[in-house]
């Protein structure tokens, strides 16, 4: 059978023909945009979750090294003290002796 059909209806067919293709290349256009949306969102999500894991990993160091240098401070204070027990230690009953002749002396010159 022959094709008898007019050159306007070739026409229409042909413009018909790539108006389906130009929609199916819009439809996969669309669907490759979604995709790399979702793989975007998917990076985005991930990075978030990595940097907040990073940065609660980064606090708890610096918690830690707080915790150590107040520990450090603790002990030198109680180094510090002993030490100056041990130094006062021998003089301590002369402080002593002074501090009641200082009172007993001046007993009378205060009144209340």
Not at 15 to 23: A, F, I, S, T
Not at 36 to 64: C, D, K, L, S
Request: hydrophobic share 45%; proline share 2%.
């Amino acid at each position: 059978m022959v094709d008898t059909s007019s050159p306007l209806q070739a026409i229409n067919k042909k413009e018909l023909d790539l108006r389906r293709q130009v929609e199916e290349a819009h439809r996969q256009a669309e669907a490759r945009l979604e995709a790399a949306r979702e793989e975007a969102q998917n990076v985005i999500t991930q990075a978030h979750q990595e940097g907040q894991a990073e940065a609660e990993a980064i606090f708890q160091q610096g918690i830690q090294e707080a915790q150590q240098q107040a520990k450090a401070i603790v002990a030198a204070a109680y180094e510090q003290a002993a030490t100056l027990r041990t130094q006062a230690g021998p003089r301590l009953a002369e402080v002593a002796e002074r501090i009641v002749a200082f009172v007993l002396a001046n007993e009378n010159s205060v009144r209340f």
